[in-house]
């Protein structure tokens, strides 16, 4: 040691993490990574992902058996933003912007229910009629100082699939979900006649968890094993991650399968039927093709639906803020069978309420970990998360980042 080296200039400082390229955030040479810290904390990018993909995707909404008859409808929350979703007549299924164009009331506060000839706003009493036209503003005459038809509600855009409802607030619609789905997901769905199905039960979690996270979490099944033991008693974890291997595409909806395991009957605790009372075709004596199964998927913003014979469940997460997220669950049964006699509501979401349980715990630890300064994305694999790779792209694609 010289006179000029003290024992302090001999200790080894920690290096710091090396952060990804600027270029990059995604691409390292020979390996991929998730997206960096400040993705997962950040407020202003959050309201940005509100905007650029958010409001602009496909989101799944519901299904046409929760708005039967025209007039019926229910809200669908999402951030700051609220819509209508009604069934206006016989064949016509809306999404309203919930905001009086008077001075801004929310039209509705209840979750559900039913309109009469028209849509009143309770605080002014303009009404609407049920296509969403002004029909009367109170003490103004039509013309006198405004056209009516200059006023009606704001529209979202609306695809419905299947009897799957989506909706989208973006300026121009995306494609009819129709045209981005496989041949073979629409035969196998036309199977399982989704416009003879209702739903049985909704579910709401909440996760103190970004958004993307739940997206992450949902493309890959590397964690299955580890995290799921109940879930994997009938689902079929290799060939899960062989589906996101080969299968999977960075489309904004597309076909889903979630496998079972061949020898059994359905996704459930011990691998049989969940209800009596089986789907569409198969009710009515078609052979079920071996391990059968079929669905669909929404991205960057994450939805799932996986569907088998005898009962599907769809499965939409929420942003609510940069740390936060909920998911909306919804069980299906075919539309005559009876509670208590053709299935068991506990019996029949026990397997994905643990699964969602399990999944969410993991997505609030790794939140958690993700807002550690010392966090740095590390490799992902390249056979097992592939997913995450073409769904993160995807993300970057609509955030108008380089990937």
Known sequence: MNATTTESDLRVTPEAPVPPSPDSVLEHGRYFTSLPREYYLDEERFKSEVD?????????????????????????????????????????????????????????????????????????????????????????????????????????????????????????????????????????????EPLRMKVAVEKIYEADANWKLLLENGVECYHCPSVHPEFCVSLDASAMADYYAEDYLPNLVQGLIIPVKGELESLSMDGRYLSKKLLGKFGEGTPIPYAFGTGFMTQPGYAWGGFHPDYGMVASTLPVSAGRSIMICQWFVHEDAVEGVDYDVEEMIKIWDITNHQDLAIQERQQLGVSGRRYVPGPNSPSQEPGIHSALRKYLEMMGEPY
């Not at 989208?168 to 196998?188: F, G, H, L, R, Y």
Request: charged content about 20%.
């Open 52 to 192: 650029r993909v958010w409001c602009e995707q496909w989101v799944y909404a519901g299904h046409v058996s929760q708005i039967p008859r025209p007039g019926d409808y229910f809200i669908l929350n999402m951030q700051d933003e609220s819509l209508i979703i009604t069934r206006s007549s016989a064949t016509e299924i809306n999404a309203f912007h919930n905001v009086c164009r008077h001075r801004g009331l929310r039209l509705c506060q209840e979750s559900k229910g039913h309109f009469g000839p028209r849509i009143v706003c309770p605080y002014h009493t303009w009404s609407y009629g049920r296509d969403g036209t002004l029909h009367k503003a109170t003490r103004m005459t039509d013309g006198e100082f405004f056209d009516y038809a200059d006023w009606g509600l704001a529209k979202a855009h609306v695809s419905v699939w299947q009897g799957f409802i989506f909706v989208s607030m973006a300026e121009k619609a995306p494609a009819p979900v129709s045209s981005m789905i496989d041949a073979k997901t629409n035969a196998d769905m036309e199977m399982i």
